[in-house]
């Protein structure tokens, strides 16, 4: 499948900036289920950019801009060739040990009643019992269209009765790792579970680690495994380790944030 992408993020400062400072994975990388065909990022003004990769093996841009800065657009397009693996991811850039993703974080932290939802899936095969877990977060909300809220942790999503990808992936993490099973965050984008009018926003979904198989995506969002119609770009311990922007200010004055994306899918 061919994903054409058009992601602009745009912010505006009722004062002037004195220094930005962003931290951009925004950025996707090969795998042997995907191929990125083109891909080019444009920032509106005069800009330092350093290119790298994070400990989680995503890669990164730094980028730097000297104020006054009164607004700046971050736009990145481009194209992903994307192949069926039923959800298994191959040849990822992998530098951390699958143990890792067990660790908790204040976002991943579960409660009593996550523990007890996690517990209630019933015994089965490792690939199997995930696929109820999956399907059971999917099934427990119903999809919040709006902007997801930035910084909630799994135990508020938990107790509301609608969820943002974002935050059902979140709750499927860390009711996978009570069960002991290594499960991550990994942001992209994809045409599936449309949100804000209509279209598709920066899309969130889990991946979960099974011996003799691999990192295996979930969407619960969808109840499925990711296909061809997800391309893959950063991965984490929650969400705020995958965010596709992330940085500092300096300058007083408040931040208005505007995200416009399209992304289209076609037949290879």
């Known amino acids: 499948m061919r994903l054409s992408v058009d992601h602009r993020t745009t912010y505006r400062f009722s004062s002037p900036q004195a220094r930005l400072t ?14 990125v065909a083109s891909w080019n990022l444009h920032v509106d003004c005069d800009a330092r950019l350093r290119h790298g990769r994070d400990g989680f093996g995503n890669r990164t841009t730094m980028l730097y801009v000297e104020g006054p800065i009164e607004s700046i657009e971050i736009a990145v397009s481009g194209e992903v060739l994307t192949h069926s693996s039923n959800g298994v991811v191959h040849g990822a850039h992998e530098p951390l040990p699958p143990a890792v993703f067990l660790r908790a974080t204040p976002l991943t932290t579960p409660d009593a009643d996550i523990a007890a939802f996690a517990s209630a899936i019933p015994d089965g095969d490792p690939i199997t019992r995930l696929h109820a877990l999956n399907l059971a977060v999917h099934r427990r909300f119903a999809l919040d269209r709006g902007r997801a809220v930035a910084g909630r942790s799994a135990i508020t999503a938990f107790s509301q009765g609608a969820a943002s990808p974002r935050d059902m992936a979140q709750v499927f993490i860390t009711a996978a790792r009570v069960l002991d099973v290594p499960a991550r ?11 804000g009018a209509g279209r598709p926003a920066p899309h969130g979904w889990a991946e979960a680690y099974v011996a003799g198989l691999g990192w295996v995506a979930f969407d619960p969002c969808t109840g499925l495994s990711a296909d061809e119609a997800y391309a893959r770009v950063a991965v984490a311990l929650d ?17 208005m944030l505007d995200v416009d994306l399209h992304v289209d899918r076609s037949g290879q």
């Open 185 to 195: 965050y990994v942001s992209g984008y994809s045409p599936v579970c449309a949100v």
């Open 239 to 255: 969400s705020a380790g995958a965010a596709p922007v992330a940085g500092s200010r300096l300058g007083e004055g408040e931040e």
């Open 22 to 35: 962003q931290l951009l994975r925004l950025i996707p990388d090969g795998t042997h289920d995907q191929s």
